[in-house]
């Protein structure tokens, strides 16, 4: 399996998610509402889900393996943390006013 694209949907600053994002695997399988959330700790990625008839949620598709959630989580995290150095790089910053 390969990822082949990642695209960030929609980055936000306020709360705990961050970004929606995504997917593209093998340039065939396109898995969309995956979540960048700010956890206590670290950023994590939640998969799609659903809540059920109980009021829980379950996700809707998601890596069987460690080493594919692993796969999903570094990448997505990577392309991210990319956009958001794009967009600080876009904006200007103090050193850019004129004096």
């Not at 991210?80 to 967009?87: D, F, G, N, S, T």
Request: glycine letters at 4%; zero cysteines; hydrophobic letters at 45%.
């Amino acid at each position: 399996m390969e990822i082949t694209d990642v695209k960030i949907r929609k980055i936000m600053s306020d709360g705990r998610l961050r970004a929606v994002v995504s997917v593209t695997i093998d340039d065939m399988f396109a898995v969309h509402d995956i979540k960048v959330v700010q956890g206590d700790e670290r950023l994590f990625v939640a998969m799609p889900s659903r809540k059920d008839e109980n009021g829980v949620f379950r996700d809707i598709v998601h890596p069987i393996s460690a080493s594919a959630r692993k796969l999903f989580e570094e990448t997505i995290l990577e392309a991210y943390e990319r956009q958001l150095a794009v967009i600080e790089a876009e904006q200007p910053g103090e050193s850019d006013e004129a004096v």
